[in-house]
């Protein structure tokens, strides 16, 4: 059954928050879109209409041998939705705000409304940056679910909203622990991740070594939510194939650092066109540190303490994808309706009738590959 939470738009657009970069994991199906997500123990679906978020829960058991259970769990997911989509925040009045101190966000405000910045898992968060290395979206996106649909043994399957009688697997993404194995590298360059790979492999495989197996490494960085912003930076630099950038989009994305403005090419131009930086918009130049801290430091002081959040709306419109993006049409006015829930769904491996399903609070799914 669908859940239903008064939120409008103009504080969270999920056509251009779940699309713009900053999370790869999340797919869209049917028409409108439904957007789901694999989380360690259930997948999260969402909808929405210019007034509404719509979610619901799918869990690895059967539904209607555990409604208590159903009912525990999608108050969980709402607090989870919460928190991830960082709703504690006004939106509206942060666009006011920079509206006022920056014309150029004020002629992009409207069209580009309801652009938050999601609080990711910090692992997953990381491991997908790494990815993102000389990259683009689309690209990324096929990279992170290849990684997850190796690495992590499938949690369940829903079937397509366009096509019921077609399953659609979602797997959760795997732990530090599974990517630090040693034959993660070779599996990965088959995968076609090229450098990355080992980055991924010697990434996890620090984590675990320094900081131990299971939820521990993920506790480290976590816990990195609570230390300075230069401190955070610097234990994420350790890490291999961790350079500013990287390091950047970690600590604006996932640990609360919303201050934080990563600069890679693409942002680089937008301070040269747009707020007065010296250089070429046709000519590619060398980022070094000077440079690095030259942008970021005026673009904090165009923007303030959410300078990160500001920083992400102008990154969306300055993307090609999102040429259309916010021009009104037949499609973008009319109210979607929550699709109807679709027949009882099958977990891989399933549980016998009559057993105790597992517990469905959010944690790290027991299950691992072997």
């Not at 942060?94 to 002629?107: I, T």
């Not at 693409?266 to 066109?273: D, E, F, N, T």
Request: aromatic content about 8%; proline content about 8%; charged content about 20%.
């Amino acid at each position: 059954m669908w859940q239903s939470l008064p939120l409008p738009q103009s504080q969270l657009c999920l056509s251009a928050v779940l699309k713009c970069g900053q999370s790869f994991r999340w797919v869209a199906v049917g028409s409108p879109p439904e957007y789901r997500f694999c989380l360690r123990d259930r997948v999260v679906c969402l909808n929405q209409s210019p007034t509404t978020l719509f979610y619901r829960t799918f869990l690895p058991y059967p539904q209607p041998s555990a409604l208590p259970q159903q009912h525990i769990a999608e108050a969980e997911t709402l607090v989870w939705l919460k928190d991830y989509f960082q709703l504690d925040v006004d939106l509206q009045k942060l666009y006011a705000e920079w509206a006022a101190r920056d014309k150029v966000f004020s002629s992009i405000e409207t069209r580009f409304a309801g652009i938050r910045m999601l609080r990711q898992d910090p692992f997953e968060n990381l491991i997908s940056f790494i990815c993102s290395s000389n990259n683009n979206i689309g690209r990324i996106t096929k990279m992170v679910q290849a990684l997850c649909k190796h690495y992590s043994a499938p949690l369940l399957s829903i079937p397509d909203p366009s096509d019921p009688l077609v399953e659609v697997e979602y797997h959760p993404f795997p732990s530090p622990s599974v990517l630090a194995a040693p034959g993660v590298e070779a599996t990965l360059r088959d995968l076609g991740f090229g450098y990355r790979a080992k980055f991924i492999q010697r990434t996890a495989q620090m984590l675990v070594d320094t900081h131990g197996s299971g939820e521990l490494a993920e506790k480290f960085l976590a816990n990195l939510r609570n230390t300075p912003t230069e401190e955070a930076r610097q234990e994420l630099l350790k890490f291999m194939g961790v350079g500013r950038k990287v390091a950047d989009c970690v600590l604006l994305m996932s640990l609360d650092k919303k201050e934080v403005v990563p600069v890679d090419t693409h942002v680089h131009q937008i301070a040269i066109k747009h707020y007065g930086l010296k250089g070429s918009l046709n000519a590619k130049s060398n980022m070094t540190p000077k440079l690095y801290e030259e942008i970021n430091t005026k673009l904090v002081a165009v923007w303030g303490d959410y300078a990160g959040w500001a920083h992400s709306v102008l990154f969306t419109s300055d993307l090609k994808a999102f040429s259309a993006h916010g021009v009104e049409t037949a499609e973008t006015t009319a109210l979607p309706t929550p699709p109807p829930t679709p027949s009882p769904l099958k977990r891989k491996g399933g549980v016998p009738e009559g057993d105790v399903p597992p517990s469905p609070l959010i944690g790290r799914a027991k299950r691992r590959r072997t």
